[in-house]
């Protein structure tokens, strides 16, 4: 587990030597299930990621949780009250939770978060669980790493289902509606299922769960949503689709990132460079002559 929490910090960190570590362990590697949930602060996502890792490790399954955090910087692990509440998981050795963040770096969470599944699959963790933490981008950031995207909602909090934010319903593989025993919880379903028929998606109807999360009602339901989609991906090739699609997006992100490396190195390295950038006064003739520069190597 510590050598686990600490190769997660390089990652956070973008530290070179996680190339070499994850060519030793990709061997061994193997795909955990990844779930995201997601939803606007305070609709209970940390509580219900809680009573999914009780589920989970009734049925013998190892589980990590990543709480991510696009806005701030790197943690190095430290979480907040998160920690805290998730603490009757703490001797558990099957259970790992973890808050990240990547504030700062190039390709940003969702690349730090794809290394850290890896590395977790390579530990042997049989799920992983991503929490948002904050909003902005965050909700994509997930859609984008997951297989299923959870959304949670509430019937208070005033996010009537009419300021659902436009993205959400597209991203949303199951909806949640926690807090179920407020009152208005009905009224927020029939809403929810209302607009999504009128916006039917093709292949993959999404489920609406209630659940009281507290109280770990409608966990068991829930789980098994989250299961069925993962399923229907299977099922329908989607999983192979999406598992090309992400090893491209991350390829782009990671040359991305070298690049930018070596610019930012030849630039401070090479004062004729600067020069003629000065000259210049646009930066494209430069970058053209880095990146040829960087293709030579
Ligand atoms: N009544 C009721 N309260 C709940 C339920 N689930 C969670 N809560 C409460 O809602 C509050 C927020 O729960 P969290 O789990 O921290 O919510 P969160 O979405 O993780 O919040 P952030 O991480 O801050 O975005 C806590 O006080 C929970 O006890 C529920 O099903 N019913
Ligand atoms: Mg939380």
């Given at each position: 587990?510590?050598?686990?929490?600490?190769?997660?910090?390089?990652?956070?960190?973008?530290?070179?030597?996680?190339?070499?570590?994850?060519?030793?362990?990709?061997t061994?590697?193997?795909?955990?299930?990844?779930?995201?949930?997601?939803?606007?602060?305070?609709?209970?996502?940390?509580t219900?990621?809680?009573?999914?890792?009780?589920?989970?490790?009734?049925?013998?399954?190892?589980?990590?949780?990543l709480?991510?955090?696009?806005?701030?910087?790197?943690?190095?692990?430290?979480?907040?009250?998160?920690?805290?509440r998730?603490?009757?998981?703490?001797?558990?050795?099957?259970?790992?939770?973890?808050?990240?963040?990547?504030?700062?770096?190039?390709?940003?969470?969702?690349?730090?978060?794809?290394?850290?599944?890896?590395?977790?699959?390579a530990?042997?963790?049989?799920?992983?669980?991503?929490?948002?933490?904050?909003?902005?981008?965050?909700?994509?950031?997930?859609?984008?790493?997951?297989?299923?995207t959870?959304v949670?909602?509430?019937?208070?909090?005033?996010?009537?289902?009419?300021?659902?934010?436009?993205?959400?319903l597209?991203?949303?593989?199951?909806?949640?509606?926690?807090?179920?025993?407020?009152?208005?919880?009905?009224?927020?379903?029939?809403?929810?299922?209302?607009?999504?028929?009128?916006?039917?998606?093709?292949?993959?109807?999404?489920?609406?769960?209630?659940?009281?999360?507290?109280?770990?009602?409608?966990?068991?339901?829930?789980?098994?949503?989250v299961?069925?989609?993962?399923?229907?991906?299977e099922?329908?090739?989607?999983?192979?689709?999406?598992?090309?699609?992400r090893?491209?997006?991350?390829t782009?992100?990671?040359?991305?990132?070298?690049?930018?490396?070596?610019?930012?190195?030849?630039?401070?390295?090479?004062?004729?460079?600067?020069?003629?950038?000065?000259e210049?006064g646009?930066?494209?003739?430069?970058?053209?002559?880095?990146?040829k520069?960087?293709?030579?190597?």
């Open positions: 587990m510590r050598a686990l929490a600490r190769a997660i910090t390089l990652v956070e960190r973008r530290d070179p030597s996680v190339r070499d570590l994850e060519a030793a362990l990709r061994q590697a193997r795909a955990p299930g990844v779930a995201g949930f997601t939803g606007a602060p305070g609709t209970g996502k940390s219900l990621v809680d009573a999914v890792v009780a589920l989970l490790r009734q049925k013998q399954r190892s589980v990590a949780v709480a991510t955090d696009p806005n701030s910087p790197f943690t190095g692990g430290a979480i907040l009250g998160d920690r805290i998730m603490q009757r998981h703490a001797l558990d050795t099957k259970v790992f939770i973890r808050s990240m963040g990547a504030r700062g770096h190039l390709g940003g969470l969702s690349l730090a978060t794809r290394e850290a599944i890896r590395l977790l699959g530990f042997g963790f049989d799920e992983v669980i991503l929490e948002t933490v904050g909003v902005g981008q965050s909700e994509l950031e997930v859609a984008a790493v997951a297989d299923t959870v949670v909602l509430t019937p208070n909090l005033g996010d009537s289902v009419q300021m659902i934010k436009a993205g959400i597209e991203i949303a593989d199951v909806f949640v509606v926690n807090k179920a025993d407020i009152d208005g919880h009905l009224r927020v379903i029939a809403e929810l299922r209302a607009m999504l028929n009128l916006a039917p998606r093709q292949g993959w109807k999404a489920p609406i769960i209630a659940t009281v999360a507290t109280r770990q009602d409608g966990v068991e339901q829930l789980w098994e949503a299961l069925a989609h993962r399923r229907h991906l099922t329908t090739g989607r999983a192979k689709e999406l598992a090309e699609k090893l491209r997006d991350e782009a992100e990671v040359a991305a990132e070298l690049a930018r490396q070596r610019a930012r190195q030849a630039l401070e390295e090479d004062p004729r460079l600067a020069e003629r950038l000065l210049d646009t930066p494209y003739r430069t970058a053209e002559e880095i990146l520069r960087s293709a030579n190597r």
